[in-house]
T-cell receptor, first 117, second 115 residues
Framework: GDSVTQMEGPVTLSEEAFLTINCTYT??????LFWYVQYPGEGLQLLLK?????DKGSNKGFEATYRKETTSFHLEKGSVQVSDSAVYFC????????????????FGQGTILTVHP | DTEVTQTPKHLVMGMTNKKSLKCEQH?????MYWYKQKAKKPPELMFV???????INESVPSRFSPECPNSSLLNLHLHALQPEDSALYLC??????????????FGPGTRLTVL
């Protein structure tokens, strides 16, 4: 079945540091890829997405590129802020799956990011 | 607007109580979801409604009973819960537009504590 593997956390950075959170996936089809962010005490927010190879999703200074050859979707930000402290989830869905698999999200385990001033 | 609302924000209930969680979206989405999330874990899918019909039940115990009264509303009825059911319950919705990859949008969640 489909799976998503995220880098082990937690990740602790100083403000203005460069951020990379690795995400690799295994899928039988041609999945759509997502990054969701969860701030403390809140629900998940869609951060960015990509639906085909070489697509780059971007939002709020975060970027991720759909790399089919390496089955990866790494999240990057050039200069993190204290307000970026949150849990980040990489996820995939197979838009071509039929039956009960259609629309189901497969999540990675999540990466806790803490940014210090 | 990509807003999904959930009420209540917090809920404390005893094991013999009956309570309901409510979720609402006005984006015209045709699929709605219930997830359960334990601390420091990813969300676990419980139920999916597609075009107001239950399409997925991930072998959830019968003490959880979903209901979709219309395309904008989703309820989760709770009865005789156990302390291990304490968690954050998340609702999500997605467009289910034919030909477009589907994207789920989540609500803020209901923090449930079972005593």
């Amino acid at each position: 079945g489909d799976s998503v593997t995220q880098m082990e956390g937690p990740v602790t950075l100083s403000e203005e540091a460069f951020l990379t959170i690795n995400c690799t996936y295994t899928a039988t089809g041609y999945p759509s890829l997502f990054w969701y962010v969860q701030y403390p005490g809140e629900g998940l927010q869609l951060l960015l997405k990509a639906t085909k190879a070489d697509d780059k999703g971007s939002n709020k200074g975060f970027e991720a590129t759909y790399r089919k050859e390496t089955t990866s979707f790494h999240l990057e930000k050039g200069s993190v802020q204290v307000s970026d402290s949150a849990v980040y989830f990489c996820a995939l869905s197979d838009p071509w799956a039929g039956g009960t698999s259609y629309g189901k999200l497969t999540f990675g385990q999540g990466t806790i990011l803490t940014v210090h001033p | 607007d990509t807003e999904v609302t959930q009420t209540p924000k917090h809920l404390v209930m005893g094991m013999t109580n009956k309570k309901s969680l409510k979720c609402e979206q006005h984006m015209g989405h045709r699929a709605m979801y219930w997830y359960k999330q334990k601390a420091k874990k990813p969300p676990e899918l419980m139920f999916v409604y597609s075009y107001e019909k239950l399409s997925i039940n991930e072998s959830v115990p019968s003490r959880f009973s979903p209901e979709c009264p219309n395309s904008s509303l989703l309820n989760l009825h709770l009865h005789a819960l156990q302390p291990e059911d304490s968690a954050l319950y998340l609702c999500a919705s997605s467009p289910r537009t034919s030909g477009d990859p589907d994207t789920q949008y989540f609500g803020p969640g209901t923090r449930l504590t079972v005593l």
